[in-house]
DNA sequence: GTAGATAGTGATTGGCCACTAACTTTGTCG
DNA sequence: CGACAAAGTTAGTGGCCAATCACTATCTAC
């Protein structure tokens, strides 16, 4: 296999195993388990764990952003918030790890910020950004802070571990969808 | 100093050193240097480190909590969404930490969850509730999510570091407060 | 003053982990 | 074939860290 596919690889299984772990809570062995392959090697694609954080960070940053200019296109008025809610809720269906991944970035950065390293959370700020342009461009001005306010509310009570039928959730629909 | 004391200092300092670096990435040893005392005298005062990590989480939420009970009382309608505002925004302006302590309670959750450790969430998701309640009480149904949702919002913004004067904060206030 | 309790420390240990260095294997092309 | 490169491994190192053990100091009450 190439260096490229296998660095692909290696940001697919840092996802995996970094939104569950954290950042220093997951190993590089763990990392290179999954991908199968010697803890070592990873060094050699990467220059360090630092910027497989940061690769895997950047990934599901450009996942999610994609998946809102998907879910925005060719749609008008009211219906795109609710199809870019709808995109939210079934991408976090079929892959919770990247709801996960993010809210490790978020504390990864305030760490990092922390401990002075101003220049790791600028790329990743760059990152969430573009984020916020896509739903920028597709939802304007005005509903634009609501619809990410409501997002960060789902991955927080996500993380926490609320299950479907609690009744945060329950509050949660009946706010986004009064009757 | 009695033990009861102590306890309650080395809670103090482990919400300072926890929201800055994590739980994994907090060493026992910065949080007892910070009390001015032997890292192995925690153990004495604590089963364990994750006994600590979780009775900072519970204040972390307590003190919130009791933030949002004082700022309500004794006022009605309008005002009341107004001032719990402010007094979150108050809050997290005179101690950052406690904001950040916060992220670090939802990603440790889902890290514990992700191992397998369904009790340790059980009791942090109590002390959420419990702020939870403390909103649906002063707000009603009606507002409650969109206030929380607001929040992890101002979460997110400041553990990713974008500094004030940063579009996002100024969409931000626009969106809270539309001319 | 001494017995017991309470507060506290120093030294240590076993385990993990990021990262390095040196070596091996597998095509591939002239 | 033989040489070069790219992919990959084994073995090891230095450092950190949670937790334990055995010990010391201080106070209080009889």
């Known amino acids: 296999m190439s260096a490229e596919e296998r660095r692909e690889s290696v940001i697919r ?8 772990g954290g ?3 997951t ?3 763990a990392i290179a388990k999954r991908v199968g392959v010697s803890q070592p090697y990873l060094f050699r694609l990467f220059p ?3 910027a497989i954080f940061l690769e895997a960070s950047r990934r599901c940053c450009e996942r999610t952003t994609e998946v809102f200019r998907k879910a925005s296109e060719g749609l008008q008025g009211e219906e795109v918030l609710h199809a870019m809610g709808a995109a939210y809720q079934s991408l976090i269906a079929d892959d919770p790890d990247v709801l996960l991944m993010q809210m490790q970035m978020y504390v990864a950065v305030a760490s990092a910020e ?3 390293d101003r220049e790791f959370g600028e790329t990743l700020r760059a990152g969430w950004m573009e984020m916020y ?3 920028l461009l597709a939802l304007g001005e005005g509903e ?3 619809f990410l306010a409501f997002g960060m509310l789902v991955n927080v ?3 926490m571990g609320f299950r479907p039928d609690h009744r945060v959730w329950t509050g949660f629909y009946e706010s986004v969808q009064p009757k």
């Not at 299984?13 to 569950?20: Q, W, Y």
């Open 13 to 20: 299984a840092a996802m995996i195993e970094f939104a569950r």
């Open 23 to 25: 950042y220093k809570g």
């Open 27 to 29: 190993s590089t062995e």
């Open 48 to 50: 360090g764990k630092q």
């Open 114 to 116: 922390a401990a002075g």
């Open 133 to 135: 342009d896509a739903v």
């Open 144 to 146: 634009t802070t609501q």
């Open 157 to 159: 009570l996500v993380s």
